[in-house]
């Protein structure tokens, strides 16, 4: 399976950005997904994560009533709908996903497909 992150950019704080993740090489609809972000010189932490059909989601409480994580099964792809950005969001984001995975989880080590990252920027 391969996952590919897009949609990063810069962009001024309060602006939005739309970042999708694209899974191809296997039954997205199978897969719990989540999203990750990592600032420089930070740990990789958790930001968003949905359910196999999108009947749960989970945010971490720095982007709560920001963010948003959907899904498209019919187009294999997740996405992360960011509103009112600020300074602090500025990472690299990474999706994540794990083949038969039923719940959100926060954790790393319970993904076992990464994509590469996509750059956001939030300038003050």
């Known amino acids: 399976v391969q996952l590919q992150a897009s949609g990063g950019g810069l962009v001024q704080a309060g602006g939005s950005l739309r970042l999708s993740c694209v899974v191809s090489?296997?039954?997205?609809?199978?897969?719990?997904m989540a999203w990750f972000r990592q600032a420089p010189g930070k740990e990789r932490q958790f930001v968003a994560g949905?359910?196999?059909?999108?009947?749960?989601?989970e945010y971490t409480d720095s982007v709560k009533g920001r963010f948003t994580v959907t899904r498209d099964n019919n187009k294999s792809t997740m996405y992360l709908q960011m509103n009112n950005l600020k300074p602090e969001d500025t990472a690299d984001y990474f999706c994540?996903?794990?083949?038969?995975?039923?719940?959100?989880?926060?954790?790393?080590?319970?993904?076992?497909?990464w994509g590469r990252g996509t750059q956001v920027t939030v300038s003050s």
């Open positions: 949905i359910t196999w059909y999108g009947s749960s989601m």
């Open positions: 090489g296997d039954t997205f609809s199978r897969y719990g």
């Open positions: 994540a996903g794990r083949r038969n995975l039923q719940v959100v989880t926060s954790r790393e080590d319970d993904y076992d497909s």
